[in-house]
Structures are given as C-alpha cells and as structure tokens.
C-alpha cells in the first residue's frame, strides 16, 4: 500500500498564495504520475494539475496561477498557488497513479480563500 501525506493548506485572503506538498510512502520506484485534485461542498472532484513524466496539465481555472512540480527522486509533487481566489476553496487531494491501474489518494488538506 501506497500513503501519501498532504501539507501546506490553511486559510488565506483571496490574491495570496499557498504552496502545497505531497510525499508519499514509496522509495523502491518512481511513480509515474502524480496531481493534485480538489473538492468543493456540493462540487464534484476536479483535476486542478497532474504531472505525468515530466507532462503537466491543468484545469482551465489554474492556468496561469498554479505551478505544479516533482520531485522524482522523493515521490514528492507539489502545487505553488498564487493569485487565489475564493473559488479556489476546497479540500485538496494528492493523486498518485502507479502501475496496473493503482490509484492512490491523500486524507486532503484544507484551502480556505477569503474575500
């Protein structure tokens, strides 16, 4: 089993940033693709940025305000936010894709945007 611990969520003013962080619990390989996805109440869980072999993707909403990154060597990835908005409010989760279809998830950690 896979664990993956998110950190650097919390409560900010709407035009600051947050810059999140995710390990997970594997040293033996690299994993192939991690992300970030968030959920809002009532909202349906949304990609927000995926990187995948050096790859990024992102959703609409955080092109140009969001930066994902990996440390490959860690299983680390992590999402630099800035400019956030209140819509931006959500539990982030951190995605890791391994092989054969594994998929793993993070507890998530709490972004609070205020207007």
């Known amino acids: 089993q896979v664990q993956l611990v998110e950190s650097g969520g919390g409560l900010v003013q709407a035009g600051g940033s947050l810059r999140l962080s995710c390990v997970a619990s594997v040293s033996n390989f690299i994993i192939p693709a991690m992300g970030w996805y968030r959920q809002a109440p009532g909202k349906q869980r949304e990609l927000v940025a995926k990187i995948t072999n050096g790859r990024t993707n992102y959703a609409d909403s955080a092109k140009g305000r969001f930066t994902i990154s990996r440390d490959g060597a860690k299983n680390m990835v992590s999402l630099q936010m800035d400019s956030l908005k209140p819509d931006d409010t959500a539990v982030y989760y951190c995605?890791?894709?391994?092989?054969?279809?594994?998929?793993?998830w993070g507890k998530g950690t709490l972004v609070t945007v205020s207007s």
């Open positions: 995605n890791a894709d391994l092989y054969y279809g594994e998929v793993y």
